[in-house]
């Protein structure tokens, strides 16, 4: 193993790390910016010397990713799946082989990409001859498959361990987190959070004092104007002044409502009630109108279910601050009362 050779590795695997983060990432997944299409196809052939597939079926997965995050249908959850699957598990997923390109049209409707995306490997092949031929086994060895096989673990970690260790600094209805160190070795792309909040923005590091190499070298391209229009957050963005979004209104309330056991809120419930009616005539009315009895249970105040109060003291437990905490509040107790309100029938019917 030369020096030469450990010296090749580095320069590759920052090269390479920045043609994902500016490019699969930034541009071709979110495009947060702009450029000409040669320099698109050259970041586009630059990426895939990483040897992580094509750039319209990583842009594809990505998009999938965050129309999914952290739900069911997100491929790399760890939330979902555990944290060695979400780290390269997925990858092995036969299933993640062709995902919709109906979501990268903008992508497909350049013949040079989909014939690039077709030659997924070839970029990576060509670079590792290129390594062989100059400095034989160790510049390949070391060069090129040291190098590649780091790479890939460094921008894993951004799918595993950015949901699963670090500071959320925004409500995103996701477990996208910002970690400093994974910044600094992914080149801003640990600032997760902040990207999960506003994902146009061209910079992800929104504070000063978060380095953000990739959008560094992509700010230095602007004023050669090789790249332009670069995306930049507003501030009432950064500051967290902004309601969120409806969809991820639901997801929060959802996990706000699912901290609680509608199951043992339910028992406690059918005891209550057993005290002051026949427990018979709540299941004889479940039995004939199940749909109507659920929504006037969940009108009433049922004895046991957390109030407004007891729910906003576990969402400022749970979540960051945002302007949404009250309807995030106010939809959990509906989401909790209805839950509730059906086990309550489920129990009724059940003891009938």
């Not at 992580?52 to 069911?72: C, E, F, K, M, N």
């Not at 160190?181 to 792309?189: C, I, R, V």
């Not at 929104?206 to 995306?231: G, I, N, P, Q, T």
């Not at 905490?325 to 939809?331: A, E, K, T, Y």
């Amino acid at each position: 193993m030369s020096v030469e050779a450990l010296w090749v590795a580095l320069a590759l695997y920052l090269i390479r790390m920045w043609a994902i983060t500016a490019g699969y990432h930034r541009y071709f997944s979110h495009r947060s910016y702009r450029t000409s299409r040669l320099f698109q196809f050259l970041l586009a052939f630059l990426g895939q010397t990483s040897a992580q597939r094509g750039v319209i079926w990583w842009a594809a997965v990505h998009r999938h990713h965050h129309l999914y995050s952290d739900t069911p249908q997100d491929v790399h959850s760890p939330r979902q799946h555990g944290f060695f699957y979400a780290h390269v598990g997925w990858i092995f997923n036969p299933s993640n082989l062709k995902p919709d390109y109906g979501t990268v049209r903008d992508l497909t409707r350049y013949p040079e990409l989909r014939l690039l995306n077709r030659l997924t490997y070839a970029p990576a092949f060509l670079l590792a001859i290129a390594l062989w031929l100059w400095g034989g086994w160790p510049m390949l060895v070391v060069g090129f498959f040291w190098s590649t096989v780091v790479l890939y673990h460094c921008t894993f970690f951004i799918n595993s361990l950015a949901h699963a260790s670090g500071r959320q600094r925004y409500v995103t209805g996701d477990d996208s987190r910002n970690n400093w160190f994974l910044a600094l070795l992914t080149l801003g792309e640990g600032w997760h959070n902040n990207h999960h909040h506003y994902q146009s923005s061209t910079r992800q590091g929104f504070r000063w004092y978060e380095v953000d190499v990739s959008f560094y070298v992509l700010k230095a391209m602007s004023w050669l104007h090789l790249v332009w229009s670069l995306r930049a957050p507003p501030e009432a963005v950064v500051r967290g002044e902004v309601p969120v979004g409806r969809k991820v209104l639901e997801k929060v309330a959802r996990d706000l409502a699912g901290s609680f056991s509608a199951e043992a809120i339910a028992g406690r419930v059918k005891e209550a009630w057993a005290e002051s009616h026949r427990f018979e005539d709540l299941a004889e009315r479940a039995r004939r109108a199940r749909s109507q009895v659920e929504a006037r249970l969940a009108e009433v105040s049922l004895p046991h279910l957390p109030t407004i109060p007891e729910l906003r003291e576990k969402a400022e437990e749970m979540f960051s601050e945002t302007p949404s905490l009250d309807d995030i509040v106010r939809r959990a107790h509906e989401l909790l009362a209805q839950a509730v309100a059906s086990r309550v029938c489920d129990l009724a019917l059940a003891g009938a």
